[in-house]
């Protein structure tokens, strides 16, 4: 402040007044930095005339229809009285003079208008928001059909015709929040401003839609750069950072990461002469992903993608296990399990960034790298020339439709493998097109048409993952076996890490010691929840070098799995989970517009003994997301540690009214009720949970063992099926010493069965029992 003060002295005083003022601003807008980067952002007006083509090219793009103002012109459907019958009620949808308005069903059961605030999207589908009071805006339930009339579109039609008024999705729940869902991906420089104490948002933007400054960041800095190359002296372009000369004032590389494909003898590919790290990948993942936002005030591009957002890897929930797509992934967790990534392909490689669609036409994105000599019918597609059996994408990309009109292609570019489908159950192009043929036919055209193929019959990672979901014995070491795997993806690597949670045996630990050091982010992130089995003290081994990790989603993640474990960790290991665990808090508080950030926090504050703080959060969390089960489940549990039961069953009724399709809720409370000693309603709740979740085998197995004293063979024939969808012999054990317990004559084809699968000396031992 010293030199401020001299260069200030002798001005007249009004001046030397409003400098003062000028500077204290700068300064306290560079600490908070919300109007610093507001102001950073100039809008993509101001790129047209530079970048005339680019600016037309984005013009009428997926990008610049994201998202609009509800006018005439962004508008597709039909809003002239428009009449759509779903489940014999009438759905309106009219206007009232320029504004568009619909009179639909809300979750009171009534209908009542709404109006139209915004448009979402334009092809294959456009979707429309309605804005309330408290700033939620939320995506109502009927989408336009906006393909041409021939192709069966030009129609109104429901989104999610099952969704009930306690699902998530329901159109004015949290699955349809704009603020939280889509806001970060379908408008630029987006600020959800949510106020967690009164549970309302004031969400900002710098443009509507997907600007230029949504991918290429902030051009204030490229502005001043580029006026500076109009002055005749072009000295003055110049900086002293090297950083922003490279990149023209903007803070990310958007070039490609191979400039050269060169020809290799003997491959019938193109191979890059070498790799460069750009951004350009991980700038595009930021929304063609399925990920949880972190904050909004760190660039990823400066550091890693995990700084901002906490990727989802390869879930049964998301993928087959084999790696295909089944729910919408965003291409992202796809694109890293290819080949193409590994060579340094990126998005741009094949799509025009500013139009959206692919640089050449389809038949020709391909041969840009794979020699169309090698490719021919006759070498390598076996179907007919120029049909759409003969295209690349249809072999390699399968389509999986969404939202029941749009076609999505899986960007992991698998080899057929009907081998795989044949044992493990997973989809394969052929079989899907040839709908009357089987997976062994399909396997065995393949070995007629590549003899020599090195993928046929190959070990795939997709067998460990099948092993691990049903609960063959050698899991463990198949998916140690995958994480430890060079010639595997990263992300499949990092997933095998994951799916070894249930684990503690010796090849678990040497996995997770191996890539707790590895270089690859995904693969640290995996050793977090595949840690999750070994006790606090081993567990604190494992991951306490991540407690220092360089990426974000790492450190908070491992924080808050280790805090889990609070009054085990002694006076040192609290102080060095001290600044991590801050950061997972701020993560959690971000989030705590969803159920899940508060329950979190509300985890924490009870392993921390905060009950009253763990009790508000759980209360909260059902205030912000009153279907979210979990929170009812954990704070039962919290109020079952302090001994009040009756408190805790209560806790799971009112949950089970709000999330009626919870099987958790139900089990929970069944097992509420048996510490009640309450085994007939017990049961009657247990027995709900197998109904509402059939496919949980814990479900089963705790309602067998409930129904012992009351019905012995409905008893051992949940116990079966809890054997049946686990194949853990632990439950088929179970049911054969209940039968030998009460003499049943299926005793000892019970015992014949576990024969396959226990020691001797314990078949031996239910033998003599007979």
Known sequence: MTRISQNIVGMEPLRKVVLILLVTLAFQLKAEGEFVAAESYVGSEQCIDCHAEEYEQWKGSDHEMAMKHATEESVLADFNNATFEFEGKTNRFFKKGDDFWVNIQGPDGKFHDYQINYTFGYDPLQQYMVEFEDGRVQLIPFAWDS???????????????EMKVTDEFYWTNTGQNWNFMCADCHSTNLKKNYDLDQNRYNSTWSEINVG????????????????????????TSTSSNSHTIAHYGFDRDLSKAVTEWVYKEGSSTLQPASIEKTDQTTVCAQCHSRRTQLNEDQAHVNGH????????????????????????????????????????????NCHNPHTSKLEVPEQAVCSQCHLASEYTPEKHTFHTANTEASQCTTCHMPETTYMEVDPRRDHSWQIPRPDLSKNIGTPNVCTNCHEGET????????????????????????????????????????LSYTAQDAKQSDIIRASALQRLGSFTGQNTLVALGRAVKHENELIRLGTIQGSAAFSFSDRWQILQPLLDDPVLAIRAETAGALANNWREANPMQKEQLAKPLDEYIMIQTFNADRGFGRTNLGNLYRAQGHYDKAIESYQHAMVVEPYFANSYVNLADLYRTQGQEKLAFDTMKKGIVA????????????????????????SNYLSQATQVEPQNAQYWYVYGLSMETINVDQAAGALFKAFELSGDPQQLFAQCDMLLKYKKPTAS????????YAPPNIIQNLKQRL
């Open 439 to 478: 997976n062994e036919w399909a396997d065995e055209k393949l070995g007629e048409w590549f003899p020599n193929s090195k993928y046929r019959n190959q070990q795939h990672f997709s067998v460990a993952f099948y092993a691990a979901e049903i609960n063959y014995r050698g899991a463990e070491d198949a």
């Open 305 to 348: 993608l995990l700084d901002s957002y906490l990727l989802s890897l390869i879930t049964p929930e998301l993928y087959h296990n084999d790696g295909q797509i089944f729910d919408e992934d965003y291409v992202y967790g796809s694109f890293m399990q290819s080949k193409m990534a590994e060579k340094g392909v990126t998005c741009t």
């Open 749 to 756: 084809q019970c015992i014949q069965q576990l024969e396959r």
């Open 659 to 682: 999330q009626p399709s919870s099987g958790a809720l139900r089990y929970s409370a069944g097992l509420s009720l048996l510490r009640q000693g309450n085994k007939t309603g017990a």
């Open 212 to 235: 230029c400054e949504a991918c290429h960041g902030p051009a204030n800095e490229h502005m001043t750069w580029a006026k500076a190359q109009n002055l005749s002296d072009t000295s």
């Open 147 to 161: 393909r041409r009339a021939e192709a069966g579109g030009q129609r109104w039609y429901h989104l999610y015709p």
